[in-house]
Structures are given as C-alpha cells and as structure tokens.
C-alpha cells in the first residue's frame, strides 16, 4: 500500500515527461487499488469503467458479477477507499488518456503504455511482481496480496469474524485458512480499509 502510493507520489514530483508521469501514477495507483482491494489478478486485469469499476455517489466502487468470480456464486462488489479517490480521477483524467494515446479507446481501466491497449493478465501479473520487487526488494504477485491481506485480516481484525474470507469472497472460510491464512465483502473491504488505513497514519505520524 505505501509503495504503491510513493510510486504515485515520485511520478507526480519527479517524472521527465508527460508520458512518464502517466505509467508511473498507474503503476502506482495499480498497487494500491490491489493492496486495499485484492481480488484475483484476472478480475483485476479486466476491470472497465462503467462496468466492474463504477463510481457511485462519489465513491469509486468493484462490481464482479458471479459469473466472473471463483466458484461463480455469488457478486463481488466493494468499495475502494476513497483516500485513493483523487488519484483514480487523476489517472482517468489526465494519465490513462496519455496512455491510449491516438490508439483504439476502449472501457479498459489498465492501459498498456506499450500498446495502448488493455494489460493481458499475464503481463499485467508480471508488471506487478516487477514493480513490488523494485520498490519493497520483494516479489508480490498479485495472488501473494491476497495471501498478505488475509494475515493482515486475522491478525489485526480479530474483532470481525470471517473477514479475512469475505475479504477474498471465500464462500467457505476453510478455503481462507487452507490457502491463504499465514500468521458480505463490502462489510468486509470496508473493515480491512480500516486497518490498513490505520498503518497509514502510523507511518505519518512525527517520531
């Protein structure tokens, strides 16, 4: 979560050019939405505005239908803090244009800054393994930030029962604690902001 908003925060103040800016505000923004919201990477590399990333009253939103979502039983809609609300508009407004460019437009939230198309999942994975390895000296795939937000979950939200598998959309939490546990989902996305909103403002805080 913080790399992802320093990634943002560098190409904000330390990019050469315009083009630049843009891929690192996305490579960026990209971390973080997966940190705050770590659905799988397939689900993540498909997301298009309008549809399964929609803006609600002013709150940006994920909305998987059960048709896209493992096992397919049931929706996955939650809200993505809205601490990253002015960066996504940032990205939508000024970088993902930048990113299309003079190319074939299409609902693709992640843009390609090679193609200008959308991210394949498999590129997209290794760009985010890429980018945490650079930036924490660590490997995280898309899969290891679910495995990372569920520790996170049973480790500091011991108050809200099962919300590490509501969190992954775990229809049986022995599915959680099988795969994932090492150390409704809006209920659950809004619990685990959170926490991690919580580390943000320890790490700000003096001293």
């Known amino acids: 979560m913080e790399a992802g908003l320093t990634l943002m925060a560098k190409a904000q103040e330390f990019a050469n050019n315009e083009f630049a800016r843009a891929r690192g505000i996305r490579n960026g923004l990209m971390i973080a939405v997966l940190a705050f919201c770590p659905i799988r990477v397939k689900n993540f590399a498909e997301l298009e505005i309008g549809g399964t990333f929609q803006k609600v009253q002013g709150r940006w939103w994920i909305a998987l239908p059960a048709s896209t979502t493992k096992p397919r039983e049931?929706?996955?809609?939650?809200?993505?803090?809205?601490?990253?609300?002015?960066?996504?508009?940032?990205?939508?407004?000024?970088?993902?244009?930048?990113?299309?460019?003079?190319?074939?437009?299409?609902?693709?939230?992640?843009?390609?800054?090679?193609?200008?198309?959308?991210?394949?999942?498999?590129?997209?994975?290794?760009l985010v393994s890429r980018l945490t390895r650079e930036?924490?000296?660590?490997?995280?795939?898309?899969?290891?930030?679910?495995?990372?937000?569920?520790?996170?979950?049973?480790?500091?939200?011991?108050?809200?029962?099962?919300?590490?598998?509501?969190?992954?959309?775990?229809?049986?939490?022995?599915?959680?604690?099988?795969?994932?546990?090492?150390?409704?989902?809006?209920?659950?996305a809004n619990a685990y902001a959170e926490i991690t909103q919580g580390f943000l403002r320890e790490l700000n805080e003096p001293g």
């Open 74 to 126: 049931r929706r996955d809609e939650r809200p993505v803090p809205e601490v990253l609300n002015s960066s996504i508009d940032i990205y939508l407004n000024q970088c993902r244009p930048i990113l299309v460019g003079a190319r074939s437009d299409s609902n693709a939230l992640w843009i390609s800054s090679r193609t200008g198309k959308a991210w394949t999942v498999k590129n997209l994975g290794t």
């Open 135 to 188: 930036t924490l000296g660590v490997d995280v795939s898309p899969h290891l930030f679910r495995a990372a937000a569920s520790t996170t979950a049973a480790t500091y939200g011991s108050r809200f029962p099962h919300l590490a598998s509501a969190l992954l959309n775990h229809t049986d939490p022995r599915v959680t604690e099988e795969h994932y546990n090492r150390a409704t989902s809006i209920s659950a």
